[in-house]
């Protein structure tokens, strides 16, 4: 069974950093993209990175672009997305999940299940 389980959100003061943690199941990770997602209450989740399986490219929305970095982790099927420079638009619960790009968007792949996700809030 395909599982996500997200790690390492936490209140953060604007400017800030976070390191967001994905242990990734059922499936082996090197031969699917993989990338992370979030959420604000309200609104539709929405695909920032995707982390090509092949290359190791990334695909970055423009909002994150030079302050999110996505990477594997140093343990075996976790996928890792380092945030600098955070702002309170940044405020969201994260998930990571296997993705595809088109256009420029990040999407999600397959019929998996979403995790519980980690919340990130940005705040002073």
């Known amino acids: 069974q395909v599982r996500f389980v997200e790690s390492g959100g936490d209140l953060v003061q604007p400017g800030g950093s976070l390191r967001l943690s994905c242990l990734a199941s059922?499936?082996?990770?090197?031969?699917?993209?993989i990338g992370w997602f979030r959420q604000v209450p309200g609104k539709e989740r929405e695909g920032i990175v995707c982390l090509s399986s092949s290359s190791d490219d990334a695909s970055y929305i423009n909002s994150v672009k030079g302050r999110f970095t996505i990477s594997r982790g140093n343990v075996k099927s976790t996928v890792d997305l380092q945030m600098n420079n955070l702002t309170p638009e940044d405020t969201a619960v994260y998930y990571c999940?296997?993705?595809?790009?088109?256009?420029?968007?990040?999407?999600?792949?397959?019929?998996?299940?979403w995790g519980e996700g980690t919340l990130v809030t940005v705040s002073s």
């Open positions: 059922g499936f082996p990770l090197g031969a699917y993209s």
């Open positions: 999940k296997r993705c595809s790009t088109y256009n420029g968007e990040v999407r999600a792949y397959g019929m998996d299940d």
